[in-house]
């Protein structure tokens, strides 16, 4: 039995995230810790893709594999990095707490996987009673854009706070281009 593509290329994407995580973690070298850290936001956003979440993996691209790259590589375009730099990390250094840790930290993200819904089911909360309440509510309060209601109307704080993030991450952007404004 063969998988169909798109379980094909989810298992692929899942690996090679996977493997660049752990080589973000081993390598010794910052600069090239930065570039397989962008290459693993870059798998995170196909994956966001594949998974029907767009905006979300072009968030990821654009941020996590774009912006932040860049700004590493400009802090590190600032630094003098060591003659000995390169290889991987010595794994008797690496503790085992903490390895002990990581593990279960992540069998217990893994144990809960099975509890959600199928993709697409139409028995999941999101096309429950709630669905019907947004849209009908929004409709009612003049707002035309159901995405747009449930981001300004429904998640007003949560949406405060990430134009604050976003703003931070700014101004942190400028500071560190050397712009930032003298009052």
């Known amino acids: 039995m063969s998988l169909p593509f798109e379980a094909l290329l989810a298992t692929t994407l899942l690996g090679f995230v996977l493997v660049v995580a752990v080589l973000t973690a081993l390598v010794r070298d910052v600069l090239t810790a930065v570039v397989v850290f962008a290459a693993y936001s870059l ?28 700004l590493f590589l400009l802090a590190i375009s600032r630094t003098v990095r060591p003659a000995e730099a390169g290889g991987f990390v010595d794994l008797r250094s690496v503790r085992p707490r903490s390895v002990l840790v990581a593990g279960v930290v992540t069998v217990a993200l893994l144990a809960t996987v099975p509890a959600l819904p199928a993709v697409g ?5 999101a096309f429950g009673p709630v669905a019907d309440y947004y849209l009908t509510d929004s409709a009612e309060r003049g707002v035309d854009n159901a995405v747009t209601a449930v981001l300004v109307v429904y998640r007003g704080f949560d949406t405060f706070g990430e134009v604050a993030v976003v703003f931070a991450a700014a101004v942190a952007a400028l500071a560190v281009l050397g712009r930032e404004v003298e009052t």
């Open 43 to 70: 798998g995170l956003a196909g994956l966001w893709v594949l998974f029907r979440a767009p905006d979300v993996g072009l968030t990821e691209a654009a941020v996590g594999a774009g912006v932040t790259t860049a």
């Open 121 to 125: 089911a139409a028995d999941t909360p």
